[in-house]
């Protein structure tokens, strides 16, 4: 069988029917620099030795091991497929990279920074306002960019808020999700102060205008550049400026101190709560001592 007649078969089978939007955009990222650096003809051209080698001519590229790990473990999922219906006999194994455990890719912004961007938003020369509004609701949500673009006030229109409970939640369906199932998502108290105060009339359509006409890489790349403006920089090895991820690192540290590691894990909607634990690990000796006297306040309280 060809490699390009499995891609098709595959993406029609299995990719639109089980895959998420996000997975989906990297199965095609991956074979299309696959293609692109070793064109297989056949499928069976695309075992452990060639993607081995493509795994090298990633990492000669400047790749972080990230990247090549994501791209191989997609990869490795579809010729699992393969092997699952009987296209091949045994789906290759393949060794991803290991990256660190830590956040390696920047630290996030802490309250004073975000007011630099607020205040750098002033300067734009169109919609501050929306602006604004979008970089406070990423301060008080924990959102990623992505979902942030998709929000909406209708319910039940993929990623969507949920008003019908005591407290406002997020309403996502499966399409979103990596796990592939529907999710109702707790919001903190503060955010559904800040999406109360849109006025009723006005709540329809999406709950952060400025994404009704731009793409998410346009926001992505316009939050870098108020970063940038803001002098707020994340990453001192590469000078690289505060974007839509810390805003999302902030609010995870942030309420890393207030709650416990499965709480963080469902505002966060991580997969995996190894990932929410490496939050508690950024805590340095001032939030634990304030723990502390949390603790010692609450215990001489009900004394």
Known sequence: MSWSAFCERYEAEHALVNLSSGS????????????????????????????????????????????????????????GWAMDIGLIREAPKIRTPKSSRRLAK??????AEFRRMLDACDRLESRQDQ?????????????????????????GSGFSLDFSGKHPCFCIEQEYQKGKRDELAPTTPDFADFLQQTPSVERHGKVFKIAEKLTTTT???????????ACVIVNPKTEGPAGCQSFRRAFATRWASRVRPPVLQKLMRHESISTTLAYYAQLDAEDIHQEILDWQSRTNSAE
């Open 24 to 79: 989906r955009t990297v199965w095609r990222v991956a074979k299309n620099r696959l293609n692109e650096s070793l064109a297989p003809k056949l499928l069976s051209d695309v075992n452990a030795s060639l993607l081995s080698t493509f795994a090298a001519r990633l990492r000669d590229r400047g790749l972080s091991k990230a990247t090549i790990g994501s791209y191989l473990r997609t990869l490795r999922a579809a010729l």
């Open 106 to 111: 920047g630290r996030p912004i802490n309250e």
């Open 131 to 155: 602006w604004r509004h979008l970089l406070e609701g990423l301060w008080l949500s924990g959102l990623r960019a992505s979902e942030a673009h998709r929000l909406t006030w209708e319910f």
């Open 219 to 229: 926001i992505k790349n316009k939050v870098r550049k108020l970063g940038e403006r």
